[in-house]
């Protein structure tokens, strides 16, 4: 065994280092909590600058669909990204599982790879799971991002849904596809979206082979996300916080995500230029930026690339 495949196999969690190294090569890991099995991916940074950074992606990304964002992220510390249980290649899960399950399986999964804190990075549904994790397991938060992260199911996707089920009985996936695209794309005229045919094209196919190939999956994710509480009023850490969106998002519009940053005592908001929800597809490079200097302690009032950083107002959520 090589010195570096040494130095690779110990530094998931390494000690925080003042420069970095060429990352390791990307591990995959089986993992298993209360029967279904679900996996996650793991590139370790030997001479990390920041604690791992963890990536809770959409309930339509998986583990593989954050090669770019890793690729940049990794320069800085360990990136570990993950397919929970009902999604990616993981097991189907029914939807009587909710946030609270797919939480605590986050729990499992740091514990596995003995990981005591971590920078959680939770974008659209991976975001619900984070803020629950937050504020049932703060023990192992160092930072957390939001992205994209509302505290209500938006009325576009449950009518979505709705449609979802009356085009699956017909056969019509191609209608599917592209009305999912419309849901989570803003309206072309709205304003400037970087990469915007790209990603549409992009979105079209992984819908259209979701709505052939993994329907089952995808009915049952979208069961359980009406069928839960995507929100409770629990207490959250003091840790700093970052909620993000893109600045034309109409599916978790500003103003939502605004509002899941004044639940915390430390958080910040900002929206992404010529972005809308898809911002993490459409502007990866600068979503990388943004989020490594979060996670660095960096983060300026003043980006190129985002309008305002704000410090976002505290209103926490009244009992009851």
Same mark, same amino acid.
């Given at each position: 065994?090589?010195?570096?495949?040494?130095?690779?196999?110990?530094?998931?969690?390494?000690?925080?280092?003042?420069?970095?190294?060429?990352?390791?090569?990307?591990?995959?890991?089986?993992?298993?909590?209360?029967? #279904?099995?679900?996996?996650?991916?793991?590139?370790?940074?030997?001479?990390? !600058?920041?604690?791992?950074?963890?990536?809770?992606?959409?309930?339509?990304?998986?583990?593989?669909?954050?090669?770019?964002?890793?690729?940049?992220?990794?320069?800085?510390?360990?990136?570990?990204? %993950?397919?929970?249980?009902?999604?990616?290649?993981?097991?189907?899960?029914?939807? !009587? &599982?909710?946030?609270?399950?797919?939480? !605590?399986?986050?729990? &499992?999964?740091?514990?596995?790879?003995?990981?005591?804190?971590? /920078?959680?990075?939770?974008?659209?549904?991976?975001?619900? +799971?984070?803020?629950?994790?937050?504020?049932?397991?703060?023990? #192992?938060?160092?930072?957390?991002?939001?992205?994209?992260?509302?505290?209500?199911?938006?009325?576009? #996707?449950?009518?979505?849904?709705?449609?979802?089920?009356?085009?699956? @009985?017909?056969?019509? /996936?191609? !209608?599917?596809?592209?009305?999912?695209?419309?849901?989570?794309?803003?309206?072309?005229?709205?304003?400037?979206?970087?990469?915007?045919?790209? %990603?549409?094209?992009?979105?079209?196919?992984?819908?259209?082979?979701?709505?052939?190939?993994?329907?089952?999956?995808? +009915?049952?994710?979208?069961?359980?996300?009406?069928? &839960?509480?995507?929100?409770?009023?629990?207490?959250?850490?003091?840790?700093?916080?970052?909620?993000?969106?893109?600045?034309?998002?109409?599916?978790? @519009?500003?103003?939502?995500?605004?509002?899941?940053?004044?639940?915390?005592?430390?958080?910040?908001?900002?929206?992404?230029?010529?972005?809308?929800?898809?911002?993490?597809?459409?502007?990866?490079?600068?979503?990388?930026?943004?989020?490594?200097? #979060?996670?660095?302690?960096?983060?300026?009032?003043?980006?190129?690339?985002? /309008?305002?950083?704000?410090?976002?107002? &505290?209103?926490?959520?009244?009992?009851?």
């Amino acid at each position: 065994m090589s010195v570096r495949s040494v130095a690779c196999r110990d530094a998931v969690d390494a000690p925080l280092s003042g420069a970095s190294e060429v990352p390791c090569a990307p591990v995959d890991r089986g993992l298993g909590i209360e029967g #279904f099995r679900y996996s996650c991916r793991v590139v370790a940074q030997p001479a990390a !600058r920041v604690r791992p950074v963890v990536i809770l992606g959409g309930s339509e990304q998986d583990k593989s669909s954050w090669a770019p964002q890793t690729k940049l992220l990794s320069s800085l510390g360990t990136v570990v990204t %993950v397919d929970l249980p009902g999604y990616g290649d993981a097991d189907f899960l029914p939807a !009587r &599982h909710g946030i609270d399950f797919l939480a !605590r399986a986050v729990a &499992h999964m740091l514990g596995e790879l003995r990981l005591e804190r971590v /920078n959680l990075v939770g974008v659209c549904y991976g975001g619900m +799971v984070a803020l629950r994790f937050a504020q049932r397991y703060p023990r #192992f938060l160092d930072r957390l991002a939001l992205v994209g992260t509302r505290l209500t199911i938006p009325a576009a #996707f449950a009518e979505m849904a709705r449609r979802f089920e009356e085009l699956r @009985a017909l056969g019509e /996936n191609e !209608r599917i596809a592209a009305i999912m695209v419309e849901t989570f794309m803003s309206p072309p005229g709205l304003g400037r979206v970087r990469r915007r045919a790209a %990603v549409s094209r992009l979105l079209y196919r992984q819908f259209l082979r979701r709505a052939t190939q993994e329907a089952e999956a995808a +009915v049952e994710n979208i069961a359980r996300l009406l069928g &839960h509480d995507v929100y409770r009023p629990l207490p959250v850490p003091d840790v700093p916080v970052l909620a993000v969106t893109g600045e034309y998002d109409t599916l978790c @519009a500003p103003a939502t995500v605004r509002e899941v940053a004044g639940l915390f005592p430390s958080a910040s908001f900002t929206t992404l230029r010529e972005a809308d929800h898809l911002m993490p597809l459409e502007r990866p490079a600068e979503f990388a930026d943004l989020i490594g200097r #979060f996670c660095a302690g960096r983060l300026r009032d003043e980006l190129p690339y985002c /309008n305002a950083v704000e410090r976002a107002v &505290h209103r926490p959520p009244r009992p009851g």
